[in-house]
């Protein structure tokens, strides 16, 4: 039998099939009507989900491009403070010291972000404030609205990850006065991986950098984007498009709500099985901080063999994911986000459960039972 794993990972996640077959095409222009209502449809189902009237443009990039667009673009020279408490704010902080001057606020991973010294830093001149809203790496959802309100404030501008956040987990960059927000395509629409989109406010725009990236160059893709059809400013991965329009037609039928309270409820019934099992959640959270709503991220005890663990989930053809970095080994990590539901998540956590006792853990009670409790 072919194998095809069932990826219970932080993206790329499991596509449905209308997704899959929207790339099934032959080639078409990417200057007519045809694209041009793909990219329409894109940007008006996006705009639900950021919770924008803003600008939004797609990206032939994964999320990482998108990152690198929303500093180059408006970072160029520019006093940059990035709040980092897991890796993806790290390469926040690492785009910004390619384009201007960063001062890094480096939290523990996994524990809440320095809010005294984003306060410290704005009273100190910072124009520009970079963070992850859901720190995939860790598990851990960062205070968003708060975060843009003190830099809103300080008259800073706000640029915000949103990858595993947006279409998962509630985002409201307008109501927030979030500036410039991204996702990522492989994430929590399930679609293939290698797009991304990204909003800019009007403050944003008048924040401009005069040098900026070329190909990633936001003053052209707004350009393109307004005339009629709607285009990108040079050729665009096509096929990516028509799948991401197709995903996020799904997305548009499920319904903003809905879709958020079905990610919440994913995220409950894994964190029940986690409690069942007697495992720590990795993330320290506080009034403000709080558990993903797509990612949960589960601290491995001493003695126990992670490695045996994602093995045997393997050989079972599921996958979840370990840490990065420094937490390789420490933490396991297992996606909720996408197109799945309850059998999905039933497998992955029976899994799981399984190789916890492989690895050399003795679960206190089914985490699985406690887990369908709440999917039922
Ligand atoms: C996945 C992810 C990224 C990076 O996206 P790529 O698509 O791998 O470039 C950035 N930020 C967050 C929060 C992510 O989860």
């Known amino acids: 039998m072919e194998k095809e794993n069932l990826l219970m990972i932080p993206g790329p996640v499991p596509m449905p099939e209308r997704v899959r077959y929207a790339m099934l095409r032959q080639a ?43 500093i180059g673009n ?14 993806f704010g790290e390469r926040l902080g690492k785009i910004g010291q390619r384009y201007g001057t960063v001062q890094v606020l480096n939290s523990e991973w996994g524990t809440p972000l ?23 790496s860790t598990g851990i959802r960062n205070p968003a609205a708060e975060i843009a309100k003190m830099a809103k404030k300080a008259g800073a ?10 279409g998962g987990d509630e985002v409201k960059v307008d109501n927030w006065g979030v500036d410039v927000a991204f996702m990522g395509s492989q994430k929590c629409f399930a679609a293939p991986a290698g797009l991304s989109a990204i909003s800019v406010s009007k403050k944003a725009w008048d924040m401009l950098s005069e040098r900026r990236p070329y190909y990633l160059d936001l003053a052209a893709y707004r350009k393109s984007a307004s005339s009629t059809p709607m285009e990108t400013p040079y050729t ?21 709500e809905a879709r958020i309270a079905r990610h919440r409820k994913m995220a409950d019934a894994v964190r029940a099985a986690v409690g069942a099992w007697g495992l720590p959640m990795f993330p320290k959270t ?14 491995v005890p001493a003695g126990v063999a992670e490695k045996e663990l994602r093995t045997a989930v393997k050989g079972l053809g599921i996958e979840i994911a370990g840490g990065q970095d420094h937490l390789k080994g420490k933490i396991f990590r297992i996606g ?16 799981t459960e399984y190789g916890l006792g492989k690895a050399g853990w003795t679960v206190k009670a089914s985490g699985v039972a406690a887990a369908a409790g709440k999917l039922a």
Not at 236 to 256: N, Y
Request: proline share 1%; aromatic share 6%; charged share 15%.
């Open 28 to 70: 078409i222009n990417h200057r007519g009507a045809e694209f041009g209502a793909v990219y329409a449809d894109i940007v008006r189902v996006l705009r639900l989900y950021f919770g924008t009237t803003n600008d939004l443009f797609v990206l032939s990039g994964s999320g990482t491009a998108a990152m690198e667009a929303a």
């Open 74 to 87: 408006f970072g160029a020279g520019r006093k940059i403070v990035s709040l980092v408490n897991g890796k």
């Open 114 to 136: 320095d809010l005294a010294g984003l306060e410290k830093a704005l009273a100190g001149g910072a124009e520009l404030v970079t963070f992850v809203h859901n720190e995939t």
């Open 157 to 166: 501008l706000v640029i915000m990850d949103g990858i595993t956040s947006i």
């Open 236 to 256: 665009p991965a096509v096929a990516l498009f028509l799948a991401l329009r197709e995903a996020l037609l799904i997305a548009e039928a499920e319904g903003v």
């Open 286 to 299: 506080d009034a403000l901080h709080a558990y993903s709503n797509t990612a949960t991220a589960v601290s």
């Open 336 to 351: 909720h986000m996408g197109a799945v539901g309850a059998p999905e998540i039933l497998a992955a956590l029976a899994a």
